[in-house]
């Protein structure tokens, strides 16, 4: 496989040091563990080579496989989330926390300035704070099968919508791709679908988003002979931090 091929892959992945599964793709094995979830939802997942939507030492396997190889491997921290930084974890007071009517404690995630972190403890005052990703330093095992890989332009777009878990249908037209949502999409979603499409999908120039909640509004302003006016978004600011 090569930077920009879209690829759909199943696979498992596990801690080798505990044997656990962090994540999966395939319900079967779920349900044979004893950890699946209604909510959980399963199949092969998407994978555009070279956009960073795997570890690197999965995207290095996926470069020496077709559609169809399956692989298990082993990879180290560095291969994987990357070896623990002792300069990611922070002290904060506890003031910080209890100002914004939460009671954090030992084990309990949070997100900090746009960042997910681990309350690692609480004592005299201050939050030890752990920001590392919950498997950096970990060595872990993969078993990966590429599934399919898509080449039609339309394949792709309606891959990516998914991927980005937005509903919505889509259809192409001269090289416009029209994406067609039940509500409007935040103006910073679009952008970043903007933004990724055109990267991606060389054969999409342009994008345009419509929503059925936003064509009915007007609608009835058009019947009622009112002028139409762009839409908000608000948009929730991530908790400040001292």
Known sequence: MEKGDFIKIDFVGRVIASGEIFDLTIEEVAKKEGIFSEKHKYGP???VMGANMVIPGVE???EQMKVGDE?????????????????NIKIFS????????????????????GKQAKIQNVTGGRVRVDFNHPLAGRELHYRVRITDQLKNKLEKSKAMIEY????????IEDNKLHIHTVKPLPDVVQKIIEDKMKEWIKEIKSIKFLSKEKEKKEEKKEEKGEETAPGSVSLERPEESE
Do not use: H, W
């Open 164 to 171: 980005y878990g937005i509903k919505a249908e889509a259809k």
């Open 71 to 87: 692989r298990e491997f082993d990879l180290s921290a560095e291969d994987g989330f990357g070896k623990r930084d002792p300069k």
């Open 60 to 62: 290095k396997r996926l």
């Open 45 to 47: 997942t998407l994978v």
């Open 94 to 113: 506890l003031s910080n926390f209890t100002k914004q009517k939460m009671n954090p404690a030992p084990g309990m995630f949070v997100t900090i300035n």
